[in-house]
């Protein structure tokens, strides 16, 4: 147990709807990261949050937002959903600013647009 | 721009005899590379990794990674497997001055299968 929860575990939708992913890091960690994983585009980075604010970017869609809050928790949204939106999405927590201290994953919660 | 190539997507071993999971990856810098696990239903595990320290890199659970620049090359290997072993392994590159900001990108993985 990496001490990174994430809710729901599994979530199954419509298109066009929109659903807010909730992430809890790990007790003293600021760094929270969203990724994104599909069977075409793999593993990919969404997001970054430190300690409230946006640290960096990554392959993130405009129809999705992030936002960290001042209890470290951090949610995911993602609207006008389409299709190839299904993936597992996963939150890390780290306890540095930099990603290249160890990332603790969560389990993820799969998403599954109709 | 930085990437990273795992040369197997599925790589199917006996216990008891050893492992190689071989990646390739490409930086315009010095990069610090992972290998991460995961299995089935669960988050990834950090295994290791190599930031321009000792380029043998040792882990955990017996696996270990060798960073070799002339050949970009950052195999991940142990001696003899474990049925646990079964998973999806990840290798993943950080390129703290390239355009990912520093962040993580991942490989595809490569799926382990132990056989008893």
């Known amino acids: 147990d990496s001490g990174v929860t994430q809710t729901p575990k599994h979530l199954i939708t419509a298109t066009g709807q929109r659903v807010t992913l909730r992430c809890s890091p790990r007790?003293?960690?600021?760094?929270v990261y969203w990724y994104q994983q599909s069977l075409d585009q793999g593993l990919q980075f969404l997001i970054q949050y430190y300690n409230g604010e946006e640290r960096a970017k990554g392959n993130i869609l405009e129809r999705f937002s992030a936002q960290q809050f001042p209890d470290l928790h951090s949610e995911l949204n993602l609207s006008s959903l389409e299709l190839g939106d299904s993936a597992l999405y996963f939150c890390a927590s780290s306890s540095s600013g930099t990603p290249f201290n160890e990332q603790f994953f969560g389990p993820g919660t799969r998403l599954t647009v109709l | 721009a930085q990437s990273v190539t795992q040369l197997d997507s599925h790589v199917s071993v006996s216990e008891g005899t050893p492992v190689l999971l071989r990646c390739n990856y490409s930086s315009s810098y010095s990069p610090s590379l992972f290998w991460y696990v995961q299995h089935p239903n669960k988050g990834l595990q950090l295994l290791l990794k190599y930031t321009s320290a000792a380029t043998l890199v040792k882990g955990i659970n017996g696996f270990e990674a060798e960073f070799k620049k002339s050949e970009t090359s950052f195999h991940l290997t142990k001696p003899s497997a474990h049925m646990s072993d079964a998973a999806e392994y990840f290798c993943v590159v950080s390129d703290r001055y390239g355009g990912s900001q520093g962040n993580l990108i991942f490989g595809k993985g490569t799926k382990l299968s132990v056989k008893p």
């Open positions: 007790s003293g960690d600021l760094s």
